[in-house]
């Protein structure tokens, strides 16, 4: 971070403060266990934390201010607020306008952050590029990131999530984004926006926040983008099925891990692979491909670096066992990332049986015993050997796919595990096995009790 001013950072949040002088802040910190000295502690307050509770371990730690919205003893300068957590984003949408870093957001309900990772992979083979870490992509984590950069950076790329209306609204007046990519609009969180429509309505509002002069990458094969409208924003669209497309993938074919294609856009032709499976990456490439275009990084000099991209950690990783590959891909589930997960699986098998580890799909509310009965139609549809599902609506799934199967409610996941472990006797040497459920499921427990048990 730039040093900032503290009278500067009062003016900008809209803060009082009893202190009349000046200082330098070369920091924020919302949490007092990382906080440096120079640092300004920002009291948060949420369902289960009182960030005020800490104001003296972050003095003790070398905090120079603290911002807070109840009052307080400290001998450090306070910056009253009524809202602190309306003041950290005031804060970093100030600090964004002192920055030169181009932004690039990144949305959608599914594949955000290997679009992300994609797109950091083909622009960090010409420029000086900062990511979202981990899963800082909601209104506590983005303004972390961009308070947590500087100029030694060319271009920042920023992930947006939500699970409400209004959230990526926040989040895209926060970042003030040069390009805005959203992968595609899914069920993830219907449970709580009640439609795909309102789906589409949270992701578009990354627009808010957009340069006048941006640009707007959009999935051309996803019906509800194609159609959106989007303002008088420059937009462009990727397309496998969708031939018009500003850049399209064709003659897709999938071979040890790696997916191979060709891609068109204008003028330019190139042929290459990515080293993961499925079309959806294919589509996330292209974003990332379309991204770089526009960053001035030719298509072959992009899909060149895509070959040395890296998957991110529980997203669609593959381990082989004893010749049979595990499929893990259990940070999150969704209706739409489970269908193309279980379309992809039969690319991973060698001839063998496919056999997918099902974990609940959560934050679907009303929706949720029919996406399960559906996910167990789509088992079924892809030709499964055998699947086990475990969660609340275990007899939704086992009305889908009623043979071949084993659903177990969610207190029984230990009884799902022992019964799994008897089946992994049967499996051999190309044989593949998905594993995937929402993060809440912890699924890789699952996986790795299978893991210790066939190494046994």
């Excluded at 947006?160 to 007046?173: A, D, P, V, Y």
């Excluded at 960053?295 to 991110?312: D, M």
Aim: proline share 2%; glycine share 8%.
């Amino acid at each position: 971070m730039k040093p900032l001013k503290l009278t500067d950072i009062i003016k900008n949040i809209n803060a009082s403060c009893n202190y009349c002088g000046d200082i330098m802040i070369s920091g924020v910190s919302t949490d007092t266990r990382t906080i440096q000295k120079g640092d300004l502690f920002i009291a948060l307050v949420g369902e289960k934390f009182d960030g005020h509770s800490y104001i003296s371990v972050a003095e003790e730690n070398g905090a120079a201010a603290v911002i807070c919205s109840k009052e307080v003893e400290t001998s450090l300068p306070v910056l009253m607020v009524d809202d602190t957590l309306l003041a950290y984003h005031r804060l970093a949408s100030y600090y964004r306008t002192l920055l030169g870093v181009k932004i690039v957001a990144v949305t959608g309900s599914n594949g955000k952050t290997t679009t992300r990772d994609m797109t950091k992979t083909v622009l960090a083979s010409k420029y000086r590029v900062y990511s979202t870490e981990k899963n800082f992509n909601n209104e506590i984590g983005l303004p972390k990131t961009v308070l947590g950069l500087d100029d030694s950076y060319d271009i920042a790329i920023l992930e947006m999530g939500m699970n409400h209306l209004g959230e990526i609204s926040r989040l895209t007046n926060i970042a003030k984004p040069d390009v805005a990519l959203i992968t595609n609009v899914g069920k993830a969180h219907i449970g709580n926006l009640g439609s795909q429509e309102n789906i589409l309505k949270a992701k578009l509002e990354i627009l808010e926040g957009l340069n006048k002069d941006g640009l707007l990458i959009l999935n051309g094969d996803d019906k509800l983008l194609c159609g959106a409208e989007t303002g008088g924003f420059k937009k462009q669209f990727t397309g496998i099925e969708n031939e018009n497309a500003d850049i399209v993938a064709s003659d897709l074919v999938s071979d040890c891990g790696k997916t191979y294609f060709t891609v068109k856009s204008g003028e330019s032709t190139a042929k290459g692979f990515i080293p993961v499976l499925g079309k959806y990456n294919v589509l996330n490439s292209l974003e990332a491909m379309l991204c770089g275009l526009h960053f001035g990084i030719g298509l072959k000099n992009a899909f060149e670096a895509l070959e040395n991209y890296q998957s991110v950690s529980m997203r669609c990783e593959s381990e082989e066992i004893n010749g049979i590959v595990f499929v893990k891909d259990y940070y999150n589930s969704s209706p739409d990332s489970a269908r193309v997960a279980l379309e992809a699986l039969s690319s991973y098998a060698k001839g063998g049986k496919t056999v997918a580890l099902l974990g609940e799909m959560l934050e679907l509310g009303e929706f949720a015993k029919k996406e399960h009965f559906n996910l167990g139609k789509m088992c079924e549809s892809n030709n499964l050997d055998y699947a086990f599902f475990v969660g609340d609506d275990y007899k939704a799934f086992k009305e889908g796919m009623p043979n071949n199967s084993q659903a177990f409610p969610k207190e029984e996941k230990d009884r799902m595990i022992s019964e799994v472990k008897a089946f992994s006797s049967n499996l051999k040497a190309g044989d593949a096995v998905l594993v995937k459920g929402s993060r809440g499921m912890k699924m890789e427990e699952v996986f790795e009790e299978i893991k210790d048990f066939l190494r046994c």
